[in-house]
């Protein structure tokens, strides 16, 4: 079984002036299996963002389902949907969503004091997750203390400390620059690579050819993907840029 399953999936949007129904997204199937790492790319407009809302809970689709270790999003109650967010998704933002009266560390380990847990249990966990991202040094400081880099470094260790199953992350580099886009990048790699989950949202190519597969939306669709394989990072770079082409053109995708 995989770990997150989406079956015919559709999102109709109505707005409140009585217009012409939106359809955001058609009829969208995928899977990602324990530890894969899937980027999704397209054009703004082609319904990845309304995809992300509903893969993490905080939009409803107008049909199909989303299943997350077996069980449907839509089965849950919603008095239990935020502990269902917070114990089983992580999320990166491309805005950090860090609050600036609380330490690095406070920020870190909010979700674990929403979830009533002990001092002890969480300081055990942050310690391992900040030396694994290279912040321990920084979590006595403030977010306006310290740079875009190090902010989002924070925003992936609140990501991580609760063991999600999945991360979520909505374009994750656009807020940073060249250098720590690439220290990001090279993060996500490393908890991937240590069994983590990953799908992310993002306009950059060079993001995406970090991923082991990208899926590429067109219209609300599924409309093409492709796997890493054996393809070094720049060989998948090369074949995003050529997709994305084709799919700008109107061309035929192989």
Same mark, same amino acid.
């Given at each position: 079984?995989?770990?997150?399953?989406?079956?015919?999936?559709?999102?109709?949007?109505?707005?409140?002036?009585?217009?012409?129904?939106?359809?955001?997204?058609?009829?969208?199937?995928?899977?990602?299996?324990?530890?894969?790492?899937?980027?999704?790319?397209?054009?703004?407009?082609?319904?990845?963002?309304?995809?992300?809302?509903?893969?993490?809970?905080?939009?409803?689709?107008?049909?199909?389902?989303?299943?997350?270790?077996?069980?449907?999003?839509?089965?849950?109650?919603?008095?239990?949907?935020?502990?269902?967010?917070?114990?089983?998704?992580?999320?990166?933002?491309?805005?950090?969503?860090?609050?600036?009266?609380?330490?690095?560390?406070?920020?870190?380990?909010?979700?674990?004091?929403?979830?009533?847990?002990?001092?002890?249990d969480?300081?055990? /966990?942050?310690?391992?997750?900040? $030396?694994?991202?290279? @912040?321990? *040094?920084?979590?006595?400081?403030?977010?306006? +203390?310290?740079? =875009?880099?190090? /902010?989002?470094?924070?925003?992936? $260790?609140?990501?991580? @400390?609760? *063991?999600?199953?999945?991360?979520?992350?909505? +374009?994750?580099? =656009?807020?940073?620059?060249?250098?720590?886009?690439?220290?990001?990048?090279?993060?996500?790699?490393?908890?991937?690579h240590?069994?983590?989950?990953?799908?992310?949202?993002?306009?950059?190519?060079?993001?995406?050819?970090?991923?082991?597969r990208?899926?590429?939306?067109?219209?609300?669709?599924?409309?093409?993907?492709?796997?890493?394989?054996?393809?070094t990072?720049?060989?998948?770079?090369?074949?995003?840029?050529d997709?994305l082409?084709?799919?700008?053109?109107?061309?035929?995708?192989?």
């Amino acid at each position: 079984m995989s770990l997150l399953e989406v079956k015919n999936l559709r999102k109709v949007y109505v707005t409140r002036l009585g217009g012409h129904p939106v359809e955001a997204l058609k009829n969208v199937n995928f899977s990602v299996e324990e530890g894969e790492y899937v980027a999704i790319m397209g054009e703004s407009g082609s319904g990845k963002t309304t995809l992300l809302n509903i893969l993490a809970a905080l939009d409803k689709a107008t049909a199909g389902e989303v299943r997350l270790d077996g069980r449907a999003l839509s089965d849950i109650r919603e008095s239990e949907m935020a502990a269902f967010r917070r114990d089983n998704l992580g999320f990166v933002f491309q805005e950090f969503n860090l609050l600036d009266t609380f330490t690095l560390e406070d920020n870190i380990f909010l979700p674990l004091v929403l979830a009533g847990q002990k001092y002890a249990d969480m300081k055990r /966990k942050l310690d391992t997750i900040a $030396a694994q991202l290279g @912040i321990s *040094a920084l979590l006595k400081k403030y977010p306006y +203390e310290v740079s =875009g880099g190090q /902010k989002q470094r924070a925003a992936v $260790a609140r990501a991580l @400390i609760t *063991a999600p199953r999945i991360v979520l992350a909505d +374009e994750p580099t =656009g807020a940073l620059d060249s250098k720590s886009t690439d220290e990001l990048l090279q993060l996500f790699s490393i908890i991937n690579h240590c069994g983590q989950a990953v799908l992310m949202v993002t306009h950059s190519v060079k993001a995406a050819s970090h991923a082991g597969r990208v899926l590429f939306i067109k219209d609300g669709e599924v409309f093409h993907q492709l796997y890493r394989g054996e393809m070094t990072n720049e060989q998948l770079y090369q074949k995003i840029s050529d997709t994305l082409t084709l799919l700008a053109t109107g061309g035929d995708v192989q």
